[in-house]
């Protein structure tokens, strides 16, 4: 099974960590789940998710992949990265099954991230997206406080997905739950 990431994106607001430096803080901290080989592939598969009805999500969701992009040749625990994106759909937990998807980015633009969660939770991926994200249950988060980016981690979500994150994660991040 590959490991794969679905990817909530952040919509560009106050507050909202800039395309490039979020795709190299989550390339850096999901090397931090401990449980990640255990559960991945020959290559860990990024999904970005957007709301199809949010057109700020949907470019976002391109800068993304753009951002990923960037990072070509980069590894976590040794595996490559491949990014996917596409719109939230009835047939979403399908979709990332399809997809060998193994992390969820959720873009900003939703109002409800219970579909996602349920599903990761099912899929046992990790959820990543926005700070606020995090405290709507969302694993694993960053946004800005000034010009530092902050970490946010909610305990019990990352749990429920099988995520165990490394104490030096944990150290710098602030928990939720």
């Known amino acids: 099974m590959h490991v794969g990431i679905l990817i909530a994106t952040?919509?560009?607001?106050?507050?909202?960590?800039?395309p490039e430096r979020m795709a190299q803080l989550l390339a850096r901290s999901v090397g931090y789940d401990k449980n990640l080989k255990a559960r991945a592939g020959d290559k860990l598969v990024i999904a970005i998710v957007h709301n199809p009805t949010d057109a700020?999500?949907?470019?976002?969701?391109?800068?993304?992949?753009k951002a990923f992009a960037s990072l070509s040749g980069v590894r976590v625990q040794g595996i490559p990265i491949e990014v996917v994106a596409f719109a939230f759909a009835k047939t979403f937990?399908?979709?990332l099954k399809d997809k060998q998807v193994d992390i969820v980015y959720a873009c900003p633009g939703f109002a409800d991230l219970a579909g996602i969660t349920s599903a990761s939770q099912k899929?046992?991926?990790l959820s990543v997206g926005s700070a606020a994200d995090v405290e709507r249950g969302v694993s694993l988060g960053a946004?800005?406080?000034g010009d530092k980016v902050v970490l946010v981690v909610n305990r019990a979500s990352a749990k429920a997905e099988?995520?165990?994150?490394?104490?030096q994660l944990l150290s710098i991040a602030k928990a939720i739950k």
């Open 123 to 125: 899929l046992k991926l």
């Open 162 to 167: 099988g995520v165990d994150f490394a104490d």
């Open 56 to 65: 700020a999500a949907a470019e976002h969701a391109t800068q993304m992949q």
């Open 93 to 95: 937990a399908a979709d």
């Open 143 to 145: 946004g800005m406080d």
């Open 10 to 18: 952040l919509l560009t607001h106050a507050g909202a960590v800039p």
